[in-house]
């Protein structure tokens, strides 16, 4: 079992930049690919960013590329997600996710762990 935290959310001007961190519980964090997510009113959990078991892979919704940076410290067992740039249209709720069998996804479904998620919102 794997427990996710979130943190770092908040109100933030456009153009300006955040720092969201994911705290995992548990002794095999570095086994797990984790990935952001994130939903905005009215809309479906979205597909932000990706990164797999040991940082060699990463990917990114086409939406955030050149903006946001995800990383992981496995000696912290945390998963961050930098975004620069922030745009109004960026609001929303953020996930974290872990997939326990390492592999980074864009799907959803893949994911067996999730955060209770944090609040974005981005003011023109």
């Known amino acids: 079992q794997v427990q996710l935290v979130e943190s770092g959310g908040g109100l933030v001007q456009a153009g300006g930049s955040l720092r969201l961190s994911c705290a995992a519980s548990?002794?095999?964090?570095?086994?797990?690919?984790m990935g952001w997510f994130r939903q905005a009113p009215g809309k479906e959990r979205a597909f932000v960013a990706a990164?797999?078991?040991?940082?060699?892979?990463?990917y990114y919704a086409d939406s955030v590329k050149g903006r946001f940076t995800i990383s992981r410290d496995d000696a912290k067992n945390t998963v961050y997600l930098q975004m620069n740039s922030l745009k109004p249209e960026d609001t929303a709720v953020y996930y974290c996710a872990a997939d326990r069998y390492g592999l980074a996804s864009r799907l959803r479904t893949n994911y067996n762990y999730w955060g209770q998620g944090t609040q974005v919102t981005v003011s023109s």
């Open positions: 548990g002794r095999t964090f570095s086994n797990y690919a």
């Open positions: 990164i797999n078991w040991n940082g060699g892979n990463t």
